[in-house]
């Protein structure tokens, strides 16, 4: 290739200057100056919707020539956030008042989901849905659907139309809900099945076996659940687990047999790597310990559990070094209140207050970013800003509010200790305003 040749290639390629955040390493258990990658004046070199390059913007624009470069000023490039329990028919009962898990169900969760068998109402949902997911800077997100399978294909149409990263599912439930919500072990078993041969893997998109939690499945439709997994190796598990303690009472009187909650899936052939269990407040250590071994996942969900009383998640349990668990967090919409993650790496840092425990804002944002990657086994393509990863990202804007402008006013953050103060400034003020862009694939999307 001459030099005339790769100029004109170069002219392919777009630039994104600004300063970056990005995590190499887990911080829960490197120290934060080896996982942390702070570059306050970097850029970023995107080809066809994949990172081509990276680093301090005067070695890498050397490299390229006359690169078209966006630049951001006074602004925070992260990678897109990435929410690890979240349910999008609940959209619409985002707020429900005054109730616990079971009763919550009973009152809102049910008679809103019902309204999923009206294929059209489902893709409206899902456009209000994702906007909003983008809107606050979720580029991924692992979805509960509800039981029809009209309400899978509407969140899958809406998502491959927009090029996202999804991974989502049909609910399975045949029992403990209303008769218009239930499936049957078998029914689930087939409807799955085609599910997963017509989403799974198409595209950006990616499916995920979704029993709604032991109280609702019988142990026929949750040993069908894991024949479909030894079926299809590479799909996923998405479940909840160990949420409240009538829930796990309640359980226990369903599963007399069984050691705990977690063995009702373990028996199942459900707690594999690729399964995510969401919330887990109610765990015992015997539990975390098995979730380690499997390399399953916990999505830890503060601002629902805050908000139905759940309870208190041991974040420094899950991730201790005797027996890591991989810990993402999830806004848990609707019974989460907010779909911003920054919101929700909020009430992750008042979780941990009250448990006595310290959530640094990096230890935070790595489970916003890399750390759900890594819980949905998705971090060789996304969660960083390494080369060849896809390029999801979002621009932060610390100045978005007066009040935010007042806090920040300083110029950017020159080492770690300027960057922690100016990133938990933003997780505790933050919220859909600090995002002003939010790219897929290297583009900026419209909302």
């Known amino acids: 290739?001459?030099?005339?040749?790769?100029?004109?290639?170069?002219?392919?390629?777009?630039?994104?200057?600004?300063?970056?955040?990005?995590?190499?390493?887990?911080?829960?258990?490197?120290?934060?100056?080896?996982?942390?990658?702070?570059?306050?004046?970097?850029?970023?070199?995107?080809?066809?919707?994949?990172?081509k390059d990276f680093g301090h913007y005067a070695d890498i624009k050397a490299k390229y020539g006359d690169i078209s470069i966006i630049e951001y000023a006074n602004r925070l490039i992260m990678p897109g956030f990435i929410d690890t329990h979240i349910h999008y028919p609940q959209t619409g009962m985002i707020a429900a008042y005054g109730e616990q898990l079971l009763e919550w169900l009973n009152q809102y969760t049910f008679p809103t989901e019902s309204k999923f068998k009206d294929k059209a109402y489902a893709r409206e949902v899902a456009e209000i849905f994702l906007n909003e997911l983008l809107r606050n800077g979720t580029t991924t997100a692992l979805v509960f659907a509800c039981v029809f399978p009209q309400s899978v294909d509407a969140f899958f149409e809406a998502a491959e139309r927009r090029n996202l990263c999804m991974i989502a599912g049909k609910v399975m439930m045949d029992r403990n809900a209303p008769e218009v919500l239930c499936d049957t072990a078998e029914s689930s078993y087939q409807e799955t099945k085609a599910l997963i041969q017509k989403w799974h893997k198409r595209g950006r998109l990616h499916y995920a076996v979704t029993p709604r939690f032991a109280v609702t499945s019988t142990d026929e439709q949750l040993r069908l659940a894991g024949k479909l997994l030894a079926e299809f190796p590479d799909v996923y598990l998405h479940t909840h687990l160990s949420e409240n303690v009538d829930e796990v009472a309640w359980v226990k009187q369903l599963f007399p047999d069984y050691e705990g909650y977690l063995d009702t899936y373990d028996q199942a052939g459900l707690v594999k790597e690729r399964s995510v269990f969401a919330h887990g407040v109610q765990l015992t250590d015997k539990e975390f310990k098995r979730l380690a071994e499997a390399k399953s996942a916990v999505s830890f969900c503060p601002t629902s559990n805050l908000f139905l009383g759940s309870g208190l998640f041991k974040i420094e349990q899950a991730k201790s070094k005797e027996y890591p668990v991989k810990v993402g967090l999830g806004t848990d919409v609707g019974a989460g209140t907010s779909f911003s993650m920054l919101q929700t790496a909020n009430e992750a840092y008042k979780v941990a207050q009250l448990r006595r425990q310290k959530l640094s804002p990096f230890k935070a944002l790595f489970l916003a970013t890399l750390g759900g990657a890594r819980a949905l086994c998705l971090d060789d393509v996304l969660g960083n800003f390494d080369i060849g990863k896809a390029a999801d990202?979002?621009?932060?804007?610390?100045?978005?509010?007066?009040?935010?402008?007042?806090?920040?006013?300083?110029?950017?953050?020159?080492?770690?200790?300027?960057?922690?103060?100016?990133?938990?400034?933003?997780?505790?003020?933050?919220?859909?305003?600090?995002?002003?862009?939010t790219y897929i694939l290297g583009e900026r999307v419209s909302i």
């Open 393 to 437: 990202f979002i621009v932060l804007n610390p100045r978005a509010t007066p009040l935010m402008a007042f806090r920040n006013a300083s110029e950017a953050p020159s080492n770690l200790q300027e960057l922690a103060d100016r990133t938990f400034s933003l997780i505790m003020m933050g919220d859909d305003r600090v995002v002003e862009a």
């Open 1 to 51: 290739m001459s030099a005339s040749d790769g100029q004109s290639g170069w002219s392919l390629l777009k630039g994104i200057r600004g300063s970056f955040l990005d995590f190499i390493d887990d911080p829960f258990y490197q120290p934060e100056t080896d996982s942390v990658r702070y570059i306050a004046d970097g850029l970023l070199v995107l080809d066809n919707g994949k990172i």
